[in-house]
């Protein structure tokens, strides 16, 4: 599922981030940045050392901040590392915090020249942000931050299952649709 936000395209896509050939990706991290599991783990192990050794200088990151490294030997040239919030109930800044999340990556990647971008479904793993609530929110700051900056040629949501796809591409239709009305 694809929508366009003037130049700039927003898709979904299942697959596995670390093989994915956007510019940067971005890593659903924890706040040391020095690697954990899922998203993260999987990020740390394929990119390879030179990850976790500039990690290691940037001093950790604060929930809903973003920072960015090579790539290693990934086939993206770099990782946006952000720090998504754990869900509790949703009245605890979590919708805010997982929006800056987003905004931050997309500000760190333009900062830095890149102009692909992917994204996993950043908390919706053992920080336990229900998928379709992270996704509204996702969708919604990712379109309004393509509506100022057409810099960005592509933001891609990388899910690794299908369910995750399903509603993710769902919520695009519908946010794609509502813009065109």
Not at 30 to 39: F, R, S
Not at 52 to 66: F, K, M, V, W, Y
Not at 133 to 141: D, F, G, L, S, V
Not at 149 to 157: K, N
């Amino acid at each position: 599922m694809r929508i366009m936000i003037g130049k700039s395209s927003v898709e979904a896509v299942q697959g596995d981030i670390t093989k994915d050939y956007s510019h940067a990706i971005v890593n659903a991290a924890n706040k040391t940045l020095l690697g954990g599991g899922g998203v993260d783990g999987a990020i740390h192990r394929a990119g390879g050392p030179e990850i976790l050794e500039q990690c290691h200088r940037l001093n950790g990151c604060d929930t809903g901040d973003a920072k960015i490294t090579t790539g290693g030997r990934l086939p993206a040239k770099y990782v946006i590392h952000t720090v998504g919030p754990v869900y509790h109930d949703g009245k605890h800044n979590e919708p805010e915090l997982l929006a800056s999340c987003h905004r931050r990556s997309l500000e760190v990647a333009l900062s830095n020249g890149v102009r692909t971008v992917a994204f996993p479904a950043i908390s919706c793993g053992v920080y336990g942000y229900p998928v379709p609530k992270a996704a509204a929110i996702a969708i919604k700051t990712v379109r309004t931050f393509l509506q100022k900056h057409q810099e960005i040629e592509r933001v891609r949501f990388v899910l690794f299952d299908a369910d995750a796809l399903r509603v993710f591409a769902g919520e695009l239709e519908r946010q794609g649709n509502a813009g065109k009305e």
